[in-house]
């Protein structure tokens, strides 16, 4: 009898899937440079957000950058800034939150689903 009793020692029948630990090893070395892959062609990606009906415009990269931001002249409005404010707040935070769910949908192409801890 080999380790914990069973034939040959180890688990019995290897681990699911076959191939043994070191074929699970490869598949997670494999899906460790995907990732790695991904992140780095998720950083040259870009987005567009707006708010206002378009009166603010925004650009926001994968880096999670604000790239670019333009403003329609006829949103500035000297008796009500505050409105021109919110207008790229919400364009800003929109433009993130695309990227977020552009980033969860490639990792979800390489997990196939499975939320892994801290990714």
């Not at 460790?32 to 780095?40: L, R, Y």
């Amino acid at each position: 009898m080999g380790k914990g009793g069973f034939p040959g020692g180890g688990f019995p029948g290897g681990f699911p899937g076959g191939g043994g630990m070191q074929g699970m090893m490869k598949k997670v070395q494999k899906m460790q440079a995907a990732m790695v892959k991904m992140e780095e062609e998720m950083k040259q990606r870009t987005v567009e957000a707006s708010a206002g009906g378009g009166a603010v415009r925004t650009t926001v990269n994968g880096k999670n950058e604000l790239v670019s931001i333009k403003i329609d002249p006829a949103a500035v409005d000297a008796e009500d800034m505050e409105m021109l404010e919110d207008m790229i707040v919400t364009a800003v935070n929109d433009g993130f939150k695309q990227i977020e769910a552009m980033k969860e949908e490639e990792m979800g192409k390489l997990t196939g689903g499975i939320r892994l801890p801290g990714m």
